[in-house]
Protein backbone atom coordinates (compact mmCIF):
# COMPACT_ATOMS: atom_id res chain seq x y z
CA UNK A 1 0.00 0.00 0.00
CA UNK A 2 1.45 3.21 -1.27
CA UNK A 3 0.39 7.15 -0.98
CA UNK A 4 2.32 7.50 -3.88
CA UNK A 5 -0.88 7.99 -5.61
CA UNK A 6 0.04 8.57 -9.82
CA UNK A 7 -2.33 10.41 -12.09
CA UNK A 8 -4.10 7.70 -14.37
CA UNK A 9 -2.48 7.66 -18.04
CA UNK A 10 -4.91 8.68 -20.88
CA UNK A 11 -5.02 6.66 -23.45
CA UNK A 12 -8.49 8.05 -24.73
CA UNK A 13 -8.31 11.59 -24.59
CA UNK A 14 -4.84 13.88 -25.52
CA UNK A 15 -2.50 14.42 -22.69
CA UNK A 16 -2.66 18.22 -22.97
CA UNK A 17 -6.66 18.22 -23.21
CA UNK A 18 -8.50 20.62 -21.00
CA UNK A 19 -12.26 21.40 -20.63
CA UNK A 20 -13.22 24.66 -21.81
CA UNK A 21 -15.76 24.34 -24.25
CA UNK A 22 -18.80 21.65 -25.45
CA UNK A 23 -17.56 22.11 -28.57
CA UNK A 24 -13.92 20.83 -27.87
CA UNK A 25 -15.38 18.26 -25.57
CA UNK A 26 -18.57 16.78 -27.41
CA UNK A 27 -16.19 14.83 -30.40
CA UNK A 28 -15.32 12.52 -27.89
CA UNK A 29 -18.77 11.90 -26.67
CA UNK A 30 -19.91 11.45 -30.11
CA UNK A 31 -16.76 9.16 -30.65
CA UNK A 32 -18.08 6.57 -27.87
CA UNK A 33 -21.73 7.30 -28.96
CA UNK A 34 -20.99 5.89 -32.58
CA UNK A 35 -17.85 3.16 -31.73
CA UNK A 36 -18.82 -0.38 -32.37
CA UNK A 37 -19.02 -3.03 -29.82
CA UNK A 38 -17.83 -6.32 -31.40
CA UNK A 39 -16.67 -8.64 -28.56
CA UNK A 40 -16.53 -8.09 -24.92
CA UNK A 41 -12.74 -6.93 -25.29
CA UNK A 42 -14.00 -3.60 -27.25
CA UNK A 43 -17.29 -3.49 -24.40
CA UNK A 44 -14.19 -3.65 -21.63
CA UNK A 45 -12.32 -1.04 -23.53
CA UNK A 46 -14.94 1.49 -24.47
CA UNK A 47 -16.27 0.88 -20.44
CA UNK A 48 -12.06 2.57 -19.64
CA UNK A 49 -12.29 4.94 -21.86
CA UNK A 50 -15.86 6.31 -20.58
CA UNK A 51 -14.41 6.12 -16.84
CA UNK A 52 -11.62 8.05 -18.70
CA UNK A 53 -13.42 10.89 -19.87
CA UNK A 54 -15.44 11.20 -17.00
CA UNK A 55 -12.59 11.41 -14.95
CA UNK A 56 -11.11 14.55 -16.95
CA UNK A 57 -14.46 15.98 -16.42
CA UNK A 58 -15.17 15.48 -13.11
CA UNK A 59 -11.60 16.98 -12.03
CA UNK A 60 -12.51 20.12 -13.80
CA UNK A 61 -15.80 20.61 -12.20
CA UNK A 62 -14.53 19.88 -8.97
CA UNK A 63 -11.66 22.11 -9.37
CA UNK A 64 -13.66 24.91 -10.86
CA UNK A 65 -15.95 24.85 -6.99
CA UNK A 66 -12.89 24.15 -5.10
CA UNK A 67 -11.58 27.93 -6.23
CA UNK A 68 -15.09 29.22 -6.04
CA UNK A 69 -15.13 28.78 -2.15
CA UNK A 70 -11.69 29.09 -1.48
CA UNK A 71 -12.01 32.69 -2.45
CA UNK A 72 -16.37 33.50 -2.99
CA UNK A 73 -15.34 37.36 -3.88
CA UNK A 74 -13.55 36.34 -6.88
CA UNK A 75 -16.30 36.76 -9.71
CA UNK A 76 -13.81 34.95 -12.81
CA UNK A 77 -14.02 32.20 -10.56
CA UNK A 78 -17.48 31.67 -9.92
CA UNK A 79 -18.22 32.72 -13.37
CA UNK A 80 -15.89 29.40 -14.59
CA UNK A 81 -18.29 27.71 -12.38
CA UNK A 82 -21.63 28.86 -13.61
CA UNK A 83 -20.34 28.45 -17.39
CA UNK A 84 -19.19 24.90 -16.38
CA UNK A 85 -22.93 24.28 -14.97
CA UNK A 86 -25.23 26.05 -17.77
CA UNK A 87 -22.78 25.66 -20.94
CA UNK A 88 -21.24 22.21 -20.45
CA UNK A 89 -22.75 20.23 -18.01
CA UNK A 90 -26.50 20.21 -19.77
CA UNK A 91 -24.78 18.60 -22.73
CA UNK A 92 -23.21 16.04 -21.17
CA UNK A 93 -26.40 14.81 -19.18
CA UNK A 94 -28.29 13.88 -22.57
CA UNK A 95 -25.06 11.99 -23.55
CA UNK A 96 -24.55 9.88 -20.81
CA UNK A 97 -28.04 8.71 -20.79
CA UNK A 98 -27.58 7.63 -24.43
CA UNK A 99 -24.11 5.65 -23.70
CA UNK A 100 -25.93 4.25 -20.49
CA UNK A 101 -28.73 3.03 -22.81
CA UNK A 102 -25.86 1.56 -25.42
CA UNK A 103 -24.44 -0.34 -22.62
CA UNK A 104 -27.31 -1.83 -21.43
CA UNK A 105 -28.77 -2.80 -24.63
CA UNK A 106 -25.41 -4.19 -25.79
CA UNK A 107 -26.06 -8.19 -25.71
CA UNK A 108 -22.27 -8.03 -24.18
CA UNK A 109 -23.05 -6.49 -21.08
CA UNK A 110 -24.49 -9.89 -20.13
CA UNK A 111 -20.90 -11.14 -20.68
CA UNK A 112 -19.32 -8.81 -18.25
CA UNK A 113 -18.67 -10.18 -14.64
CA UNK A 114 -22.21 -10.26 -12.62
CA UNK A 115 -20.05 -9.37 -8.97
CA UNK A 116 -17.55 -7.01 -10.41
CA UNK A 117 -20.12 -4.66 -12.63
CA UNK A 118 -23.18 -5.68 -10.27
CA UNK A 119 -23.55 -2.13 -7.95
CA UNK A 120 -22.25 0.22 -10.94
CA UNK A 121 -24.91 -1.61 -13.52
CA UNK A 122 -27.56 -1.07 -11.02
CA UNK A 123 -26.59 2.86 -10.56
CA UNK A 124 -26.83 2.52 -14.52
CA UNK A 125 -30.13 1.16 -14.56
CA UNK A 126 -31.38 3.98 -11.73
CA UNK A 127 -30.08 6.67 -14.08
CA UNK A 128 -31.55 5.72 -17.24
CA UNK A 129 -34.78 5.57 -14.83
CA UNK A 130 -34.28 9.14 -13.30
CA UNK A 131 -32.96 10.99 -16.50
CA UNK A 132 -35.58 13.30 -18.02
CA UNK A 133 -34.04 15.92 -20.92
CA UNK A 134 -36.82 18.38 -19.34
CA UNK A 135 -34.96 18.34 -16.09
CA UNK A 136 -31.49 19.27 -17.56
CA UNK A 137 -31.79 22.68 -17.81
CA UNK A 138 -33.28 22.94 -14.31
CA UNK A 139 -30.42 20.96 -12.86
CA UNK A 140 -28.35 23.21 -13.78
CA UNK A 141 -29.85 26.07 -12.73
CA UNK A 142 -30.11 24.55 -9.65
CA UNK A 143 -25.67 23.91 -9.39
CA UNK A 144 -25.86 27.20 -10.04
CA UNK A 145 -27.98 28.80 -7.36
CA UNK A 146 -26.95 25.91 -4.29
CA UNK A 147 -23.28 27.37 -5.03
CA UNK A 148 -24.93 30.99 -3.63
CA UNK A 149 -25.13 29.55 -0.04
CA UNK A 150 -21.53 29.86 -0.06
CA UNK A 151 -21.71 33.40 -1.12
CA UNK A 152 -24.21 34.57 0.94
CA UNK A 153 -22.32 32.89 3.94
CA UNK A 154 -18.79 33.97 3.06
CA UNK A 155 -19.42 37.26 3.47
CA UNK A 156 -20.94 37.01 6.92
CA UNK A 157 -18.30 38.75 9.16
CA UNK A 158 -19.06 40.36 13.10
CA UNK A 159 -16.58 42.27 15.26
CA UNK A 160 -15.35 41.53 18.71
CA UNK A 161 -13.25 43.66 21.00
CA UNK A 162 -12.70 46.18 17.63
CA UNK A 163 -11.06 42.84 15.23
CA UNK A 164 -13.06 41.30 12.03
CA UNK A 165 -13.85 37.64 12.45
CA UNK A 166 -15.56 35.51 10.15
CA UNK A 167 -18.28 33.70 12.05
CA UNK A 168 -16.34 30.25 12.31
CA UNK A 169 -13.65 32.57 13.54
CA UNK A 170 -15.64 34.20 16.27
CA UNK A 171 -17.20 30.63 17.53
CA UNK A 172 -13.59 30.46 19.35
CA UNK A 173 -14.77 33.83 21.89
CA UNK A 174 -18.02 30.80 22.90
CA UNK A 175 -15.13 28.62 24.53
CA UNK A 176 -14.09 31.45 26.94
CA UNK A 177 -14.49 31.49 30.64
CA UNK A 178 -16.33 34.86 30.41
CA UNK A 179 -19.88 34.54 30.15
CA UNK A 180 -20.94 38.34 29.52
CA UNK A 181 -18.43 37.70 25.91
CA UNK A 182 -19.93 34.41 25.10
CA UNK A 183 -23.33 35.71 25.19
CA UNK A 184 -22.35 39.04 23.07
CA UNK A 185 -20.65 36.89 21.13
CA UNK A 186 -23.20 34.62 20.23
CA UNK A 187 -25.76 37.20 19.77
CA UNK A 188 -23.82 39.06 17.33
CA UNK A 189 -22.88 36.05 15.12
CA UNK A 190 -27.27 35.40 15.49
CA UNK A 191 -27.69 38.71 14.64
CA UNK A 192 -25.48 38.72 11.62
CA UNK A 193 -27.06 35.64 10.64
CA UNK A 194 -30.76 37.45 11.00
CA UNK A 195 -29.74 40.38 8.30
CA UNK A 196 -29.26 37.13 5.62
CA UNK A 197 -32.79 35.67 6.56
CA UNK A 198 -34.87 36.56 4.02
CA UNK A 199 -31.99 36.39 1.21
CA UNK A 200 -31.20 32.86 2.29
CA UNK A 201 -35.26 31.93 2.66
CA UNK A 202 -35.79 33.02 -1.41
CA UNK A 203 -32.80 31.03 -2.03
CA UNK A 204 -33.84 27.92 -0.30
CA UNK A 205 -37.85 28.60 -1.80
CA UNK A 206 -36.34 28.59 -5.32
CA UNK A 207 -34.45 25.11 -4.58
CA UNK A 208 -37.72 23.73 -3.40
CA UNK A 209 -39.58 24.57 -6.30
CA UNK A 210 -37.10 23.66 -9.11
CA UNK A 211 -36.37 20.31 -6.61
CA UNK A 212 -39.94 19.92 -7.05
CA UNK A 213 -40.64 20.23 -10.24
CA UNK A 214 -37.52 18.00 -11.32
CA UNK A 215 -39.09 15.01 -8.96
CA UNK A 216 -42.66 15.73 -10.56
CA UNK A 217 -41.21 14.97 -14.37
CA UNK A 218 -39.70 11.78 -13.19
CA UNK A 219 -43.02 10.43 -12.19
CA UNK A 220 -42.55 10.73 -8.42
CA UNK A 221 -44.74 11.99 -5.86
CA UNK A 222 -41.80 14.17 -4.27
CA UNK A 223 -38.54 15.33 -4.24
CA UNK A 224 -37.90 12.78 -0.96
CA UNK A 225 -38.85 9.71 -2.89
CA UNK A 226 -37.08 10.58 -6.18
CA UNK A 227 -34.10 12.12 -4.08
CA UNK A 228 -33.67 8.18 -2.20
CA UNK A 229 -33.75 6.83 -5.86
CA UNK A 230 -30.96 9.42 -6.52
CA UNK A 231 -28.90 9.03 -4.04
CA UNK A 232 -28.94 5.00 -4.94
CA UNK A 233 -30.87 4.15 -1.23
CA UNK A 234 -31.33 0.53 -2.04
CA UNK A 235 -30.41 -0.91 1.37
CA UNK A 236 -33.32 0.80 3.70
CA UNK A 237 -36.47 3.28 3.18
CA UNK A 238 -38.02 6.22 4.65
CA UNK A 239 -39.63 4.21 7.29
CA UNK A 240 -36.18 3.55 8.79
CA UNK A 241 -35.19 6.53 8.85
CA UNK A 242 -39.12 7.65 10.61
CA UNK A 243 -37.49 4.73 13.37
CA UNK A 244 -34.18 6.06 13.43
CA UNK A 245 -35.77 9.45 14.70
CA UNK A 246 -37.77 7.77 17.69
CA UNK A 247 -34.71 5.95 18.52
CA UNK A 248 -32.25 8.97 19.02
CA UNK A 249 -35.71 10.63 21.29
CA UNK A 250 -35.71 7.35 23.00
CA UNK A 251 -32.35 6.50 23.28
CA UNK A 252 -30.04 9.60 22.73
CA UNK A 253 -31.33 12.52 24.06
CA UNK A 254 -31.57 11.13 27.27
CA UNK A 255 -27.62 10.79 27.36
CA UNK A 256 -27.25 14.11 25.68
CA UNK A 257 -29.57 15.69 28.90
CA UNK A 258 -27.29 14.16 31.03
CA UNK A 259 -23.83 15.39 29.08
CA UNK A 260 -25.46 18.95 29.60
CA UNK A 261 -26.57 18.78 33.43
CA UNK A 262 -23.23 17.80 34.35
CA UNK A 263 -21.78 21.01 31.56
CA UNK A 264 -24.43 23.08 33.90
CA UNK A 265 -22.84 22.10 37.33
CA UNK A 266 -19.38 21.65 36.38
CA UNK A 267 -20.11 25.52 35.01
CA UNK A 268 -21.70 26.59 38.28
CA UNK A 269 -25.02 28.16 36.89
CA UNK A 270 -28.26 28.07 37.55
CA UNK A 271 -29.56 27.58 34.24
CA UNK A 272 -27.45 26.45 30.71
CA UNK A 273 -28.09 28.90 28.11
CA UNK A 274 -26.73 28.54 24.32
CA UNK A 275 -23.49 30.45 25.30
CA UNK A 276 -22.24 27.99 27.68
CA UNK A 277 -22.18 24.51 25.63
CA UNK A 278 -18.85 25.08 24.77
CA UNK A 279 -17.44 26.83 27.63
CA UNK A 280 -14.78 25.87 30.06
CA UNK A 281 -15.38 26.75 34.17
CA UNK A 282 -13.48 29.52 35.62
CA UNK A 283 -10.10 29.43 35.84
CA UNK A 284 -9.77 26.63 33.31
CA UNK A 285 -8.39 27.79 29.99
CA UNK A 286 -10.17 27.33 26.72
CA UNK A 287 -7.91 24.26 24.98
CA UNK A 288 -5.37 25.46 22.38
CA UNK A 289 -4.66 22.34 20.19
CA UNK A 290 -2.85 24.18 17.49
CA UNK A 291 -1.60 27.71 16.18
CA UNK A 292 -2.52 28.19 12.77
CA UNK A 293 -3.49 25.85 9.44
CA UNK A 294 0.13 24.76 9.19
CA UNK A 295 0.28 23.54 12.22
CA UNK A 296 -2.56 21.79 12.59
CA UNK A 297 -1.27 20.03 9.36
CA UNK A 298 1.91 18.96 10.76
CA UNK A 299 -0.14 17.65 14.39
CA UNK A 300 -2.35 15.87 12.64
CA UNK A 301 0.61 14.50 9.93
CA UNK A 302 2.19 12.84 13.30
CA UNK A 303 -0.84 11.88 14.91
CA UNK A 304 -1.71 9.82 11.65
CA UNK A 305 1.82 8.25 11.71
CA UNK A 306 1.68 6.73 15.03
CA UNK A 307 -1.74 5.20 14.22
CA UNK A 308 -0.80 3.66 10.44
CA UNK A 309 2.17 5.62 8.72
CA UNK A 310 -0.14 4.84 5.35
CA UNK A 311 -2.39 7.43 6.51
CA UNK A 312 -0.01 10.19 7.37
CA UNK A 313 1.95 9.68 4.07
CA UNK A 314 -1.61 10.48 2.18
CA UNK A 315 -1.52 13.78 4.26
CA UNK A 316 1.71 14.58 3.35
CA UNK A 317 1.00 14.12 -0.61
CA UNK A 318 -1.41 15.91 -0.48
CA UNK A 319 0.61 18.62 1.05
CA UNK A 320 3.23 18.54 -1.61
CA UNK A 321 0.57 18.51 -4.52
CA UNK A 322 -0.67 21.87 -2.85
CA UNK A 323 -4.25 20.21 -1.88
CA UNK A 324 -5.24 22.02 1.44
CA UNK A 325 -6.74 24.98 2.12
CA UNK A 326 -7.06 25.20 6.06
CA UNK A 327 -7.62 28.38 7.93
CA UNK A 328 -10.61 30.96 8.45
CA UNK A 329 -10.58 33.83 6.45
CA UNK A 330 -12.83 36.45 5.04
CA UNK A 331 -14.49 36.16 1.50
CA UNK A 332 -14.09 32.12 2.04
CA UNK A 333 -17.20 29.94 2.21
CA UNK A 334 -18.04 28.32 5.59
CA UNK A 335 -17.68 24.86 6.38
CA UNK A 336 -15.67 22.00 5.62
CA UNK A 337 -15.11 18.59 2.90
CA UNK A 338 -12.72 16.64 1.10
CA UNK A 339 -13.08 16.73 -2.56
CA UNK A 340 -11.76 13.52 -4.72
CA UNK A 341 -10.29 14.46 -7.71
CA UNK A 342 -10.74 11.09 -10.03
CA UNK A 343 -7.67 11.73 -12.76
CA UNK A 344 -5.11 12.96 -10.06
CA UNK A 345 -6.33 10.64 -7.47
CA UNK A 346 -4.93 12.97 -4.50
CA UNK A 347 -8.30 14.97 -3.16
CA UNK A 348 -8.15 18.13 -1.69
CA UNK A 349 -8.86 18.94 2.39
CA UNK A 350 -10.90 22.46 2.79
CA UNK A 351 -12.11 23.68 6.06
CA UNK A 352 -12.10 27.23 8.34
CA UNK A 353 -9.73 26.43 10.91
CA UNK A 354 -9.48 29.26 14.01
CA UNK A 355 -7.70 27.10 16.73
CA UNK A 356 -10.61 25.35 18.34
CA UNK A 357 -10.82 21.71 19.06
CA UNK A 358 -13.57 20.84 16.75
CA UNK A 359 -11.03 21.62 14.14
CA UNK A 360 -9.36 19.15 15.22
CA UNK A 361 -12.17 16.95 14.61
CA UNK A 362 -13.03 18.45 11.03
CA UNK A 363 -8.97 17.79 10.02
CA UNK A 364 -9.02 14.15 10.98
CA UNK A 365 -12.78 13.85 9.97
CA UNK A 366 -11.53 14.96 6.60
CA UNK A 367 -8.39 12.93 6.51
CA UNK A 368 -10.82 10.12 6.82
CA UNK A 369 -11.83 11.03 4.16
CA UNK A 370 -8.73 11.18 2.17
CA UNK A 371 -7.99 7.89 2.85
CA UNK A 372 -10.56 6.69 1.48
CA UNK A 373 -9.95 8.74 -1.79
CA UNK A 374 -6.45 7.19 -1.83
CA UNK A 375 -7.63 3.96 -0.88
CA UNK A 376 -10.26 3.45 -3.68
CA UNK A 377 -7.94 5.28 -6.52
CA UNK A 378 -6.65 2.13 -7.84
CA UNK A 379 -9.77 0.92 -8.62
CA UNK A 380 -10.20 0.19 -12.47
CA UNK A 381 -13.51 2.36 -13.40
CA UNK A 382 -14.58 5.88 -12.28
CA UNK A 383 -18.04 4.71 -11.46
CA UNK A 384 -16.11 1.89 -9.16
CA UNK A 385 -14.59 4.83 -6.87
CA UNK A 386 -18.06 6.20 -6.11
CA UNK A 387 -18.95 4.76 -3.01
CA UNK A 388 -22.43 5.18 -1.02
CA UNK A 389 -22.50 8.46 1.69
CA UNK A 390 -23.14 5.85 4.47
CA UNK A 391 -19.53 4.02 4.12
CA UNK A 392 -18.03 7.21 2.98
CA UNK A 393 -18.81 8.88 7.09
CA UNK A 394 -17.94 5.69 8.46
CA UNK A 395 -14.35 6.51 6.71
CA UNK A 396 -14.52 9.83 8.68
CA UNK A 397 -16.26 9.36 11.52
CA UNK A 398 -14.26 6.53 12.55
CA UNK A 399 -10.63 8.53 11.71
CA UNK A 400 -12.14 10.85 14.35
CA UNK A 401 -12.17 8.39 17.16
CA UNK A 402 -9.16 5.99 16.20
CA UNK A 403 -6.99 9.35 16.00
CA UNK A 404 -7.72 10.32 19.69
CA UNK A 405 -5.30 7.26 21.01
CA UNK A 406 -2.98 10.02 20.13
CA UNK A 407 -3.98 12.89 20.31
CA UNK A 408 -1.45 13.70 22.54
CA UNK A 409 0.07 15.69 19.73
CA UNK A 410 -2.40 18.18 20.29
CA UNK A 411 -2.76 18.40 23.95
CA UNK A 412 0.63 17.18 25.66
CA UNK A 413 -1.26 18.15 29.16
CA UNK A 414 -2.63 14.76 30.45
CA UNK A 415 -6.03 16.56 32.11
CA UNK A 416 -6.48 18.69 28.48
CA UNK A 417 -6.10 15.54 26.77
CA UNK A 418 -9.30 14.10 28.65
CA UNK A 419 -10.52 16.84 28.08
CA UNK A 420 -10.89 16.71 24.14
CA UNK A 421 -11.32 13.36 24.39
CA UNK A 422 -14.40 13.49 26.50
CA UNK A 423 -15.22 16.90 24.32
CA UNK A 424 -15.08 14.71 21.01
CA UNK A 425 -17.66 11.67 22.91
CA UNK A 426 -19.98 14.53 23.90
CA UNK A 427 -20.22 15.61 20.12
CA UNK A 428 -20.76 12.25 19.22
CA UNK A 429 -23.39 11.50 21.30
CA UNK A 430 -24.86 15.42 20.83
CA UNK A 431 -24.99 15.56 17.02
CA UNK A 432 -27.68 12.89 16.91
CA UNK A 433 -30.68 14.77 17.99
CA UNK A 434 -29.57 17.55 15.32
CA UNK A 435 -29.06 14.81 12.81
CA UNK A 436 -32.45 13.55 13.51
CA UNK A 437 -34.06 17.28 13.64
CA UNK A 438 -32.62 17.72 9.90
CA UNK A 439 -33.21 14.99 8.47
CA UNK A 440 -37.25 14.87 10.04
CA UNK A 441 -37.23 18.25 8.67
CA UNK A 442 -36.27 17.59 5.22
CA UNK A 443 -39.37 15.07 4.95
CA UNK A 444 -41.77 17.36 6.08
CA UNK A 445 -40.80 20.54 3.53
CA UNK A 446 -40.40 17.51 0.65
CA UNK A 447 -43.27 16.36 1.99
CA UNK A 448 -45.27 19.74 1.38
CA UNK A 449 -43.41 21.63 -1.27
CA UNK A 450 -46.11 24.55 -1.40
CA UNK A 451 -46.00 25.14 2.45
CA UNK A 452 -45.38 29.45 3.21
CA UNK A 453 -42.53 30.69 5.13
CA UNK A 454 -44.76 31.01 7.94
CA UNK A 455 -45.84 26.95 7.86
CA UNK A 456 -41.84 26.14 7.22
CA UNK A 457 -40.79 28.47 10.76
CA UNK A 458 -43.67 26.72 12.36
CA UNK A 459 -42.24 23.13 11.57
CA UNK A 460 -39.00 23.90 11.98
CA UNK A 461 -39.54 25.25 15.57
CA UNK A 462 -41.92 22.14 16.11
CA UNK A 463 -39.54 19.65 15.05
CA UNK A 464 -36.25 21.49 16.93
CA UNK A 465 -38.06 21.89 19.72
CA UNK A 466 -38.86 17.69 20.15
CA UNK A 467 -34.99 17.03 19.92
CA UNK A 468 -33.45 19.87 22.43
CA UNK A 469 -32.81 19.06 25.89
CA UNK A 470 -34.87 20.21 28.26
CA UNK A 471 -31.49 21.22 30.35
CA UNK A 472 -30.71 24.26 27.82
CA UNK A 473 -32.82 27.13 28.53
CA UNK A 474 -33.60 28.81 25.26
CA UNK A 475 -36.03 31.44 27.02
CA UNK A 476 -35.85 35.17 24.69
CA UNK A 477 -33.79 33.66 21.47
CA UNK A 478 -36.86 31.87 19.39
CA UNK A 479 -36.27 34.73 16.54
CA UNK A 480 -32.69 33.23 16.54
CA UNK A 481 -33.69 29.72 16.82
CA UNK A 482 -36.50 30.15 13.84
CA UNK A 483 -33.36 30.37 11.28
CA UNK A 484 -31.28 27.83 12.86
CA UNK A 485 -31.57 25.80 9.88
CA UNK A 486 -30.39 28.10 7.43
CA UNK A 487 -26.90 27.55 8.56
CA UNK A 488 -27.16 24.04 7.17
CA UNK A 489 -25.02 23.68 3.85
CA UNK A 490 -26.69 20.48 3.56
CA UNK A 491 -29.79 21.62 3.13
CA UNK A 492 -29.26 23.57 0.38
CA UNK A 493 -26.49 22.18 -1.53
CA UNK A 494 -27.08 18.62 -1.07
CA UNK A 495 -30.65 17.69 -0.12
CA UNK A 496 -31.12 14.65 2.13
CA UNK A 497 -27.55 14.02 2.48
CA UNK A 498 -27.40 14.24 6.21
CA UNK A 499 -29.04 11.03 7.92
CA UNK A 500 -25.68 9.13 6.38
CA UNK A 501 -23.78 11.10 8.90
CA UNK A 502 -26.27 9.56 11.92
CA UNK A 503 -26.26 5.76 10.54
CA UNK A 504 -22.03 6.33 9.81
CA UNK A 505 -21.87 7.40 13.52
CA UNK A 506 -23.22 4.07 14.64
CA UNK A 507 -21.11 2.12 12.57
CA UNK A 508 -17.96 4.10 13.18
CA UNK A 509 -18.63 3.67 17.00
CA UNK A 510 -19.01 -0.13 16.44
CA UNK A 511 -15.59 0.17 14.47
CA UNK A 512 -14.08 1.81 17.19
CA UNK A 513 -15.64 -1.02 19.53
CA UNK A 514 -13.07 -2.97 17.55
CA UNK A 515 -10.50 -0.86 18.25
CA UNK A 516 -10.64 -0.97 21.36
CA UNK A 517 -10.40 -4.85 21.89
CA UNK A 518 -7.78 -4.97 18.44
CA UNK A 519 -6.54 -1.99 17.16
CA UNK A 520 -4.45 -3.65 14.14
CA UNK A 521 -7.53 -5.84 13.45
CA UNK A 522 -9.89 -2.59 13.48
CA UNK A 523 -7.69 -0.50 11.27
CA UNK A 524 -7.20 -3.47 9.08
CA UNK A 525 -11.36 -4.18 8.63
CA UNK A 526 -11.33 -0.02 8.04
CA UNK A 527 -8.86 -0.15 5.02
CA UNK A 528 -10.16 -3.55 4.11
CA UNK A 529 -13.96 -2.08 3.70
CA UNK A 530 -12.76 1.09 2.25
CA UNK A 531 -10.17 -0.55 -0.43
CA UNK A 532 -12.91 -1.81 -2.38
CA UNK A 533 -14.89 1.90 -2.91
CA UNK A 534 -18.11 1.43 -4.58
CA UNK A 535 -18.00 -1.82 -5.83
CA UNK A 536 -20.18 -3.93 -3.59
CA UNK A 537 -23.48 -3.02 -1.63
CA UNK A 538 -24.00 -1.06 1.11
CA UNK A 539 -24.74 -4.30 3.67
CA UNK A 540 -21.43 -5.86 2.14
CA UNK A 541 -19.19 -2.97 2.38
CA UNK A 542 -20.11 -2.62 6.28
CA UNK A 543 -19.14 -6.65 6.31
CA UNK A 544 -16.06 -6.41 4.78
CA UNK A 545 -15.45 -3.58 7.78
CA UNK A 546 -16.98 -6.19 10.42
CA UNK A 547 -19.76 -4.09 10.72
CA UNK A 548 -23.47 -5.36 10.44
CA UNK A 549 -25.62 -2.21 8.71
CA UNK A 550 -27.93 -2.13 11.23
CA UNK A 551 -29.57 1.25 12.95
CA UNK A 552 -32.21 -0.68 14.52
CA UNK A 553 -33.55 1.31 17.82
CA UNK A 554 -31.75 -1.56 20.19
CA UNK A 555 -28.32 -1.24 18.36
CA UNK A 556 -28.70 2.42 18.64
CA UNK A 557 -29.14 1.69 22.07
CA UNK A 558 -26.19 -0.83 22.38
CA UNK A 559 -23.80 1.78 21.49
CA UNK A 560 -24.55 4.59 23.43
CA UNK A 561 -24.45 2.71 26.66
CA UNK A 562 -20.84 2.04 24.84
CA UNK A 563 -20.04 5.64 24.67
CA UNK A 564 -21.56 6.64 27.48
CA UNK A 565 -19.02 3.88 29.43
CA UNK A 566 -16.01 4.95 27.60
CA UNK A 567 -16.77 8.92 28.83
CA UNK A 568 -17.49 8.13 32.60
CA UNK A 569 -14.08 5.87 32.11
CA UNK A 570 -12.60 9.76 30.95
CA UNK A 571 -14.47 11.86 33.39
CA UNK A 572 -12.78 9.23 36.44
CA UNK A 573 -8.96 9.97 35.15
Keep these: MTADIQKIPRKFLPEDFTVTTWDKLEPYFKELLERPLNAKSDLEKWLKDISELEAVVSEDACWRQINMTCDTENKALEEAFTFFCMHIQPHIQPYADKLNRKLLESPLSKELDEKKYFTYLRNIRKSIELFREANVPIQAEMAVLQQQFGVISGKMTVNVKGQEYTLQQASKFLEDHDRKLREEVYRKINERRLQDKNELNNLFNSLVEKRDRIAKNAGFENFRDYKFRDLGRFDYTKEDCYQFHEAVKQHVLPLVSLIYENKRARLG ?105 FLAHPLELSAFKEYPMEIAEVASMAMELFSMEHWDVFFSNANDLSRARLKELEKVITIFPWIATIDKFQHWIYEYPNHTEDERTEKWMEILNDYSSSVIDFSGLDEYRKIGWQRQLHLFEVPFYYIEYGIAQLGAIGLWMQFKKNKEKALDNYIKALSLGGTKTLPELYEAAGLKFNFAPERIRELMEFVKNEMITLEEK
Excluded at 293 to 315: H, Q, V
Design 269 to 373: VDTLRPWDIEAEPAGIEPLHPFTNGEDLLKKTISCFTKLRPFFAECLVRMDKMKRLDLDSRKGKAPGGYNCPLPETGAPFIFMNAAGQTSDVTTMVHEGGHAVHS
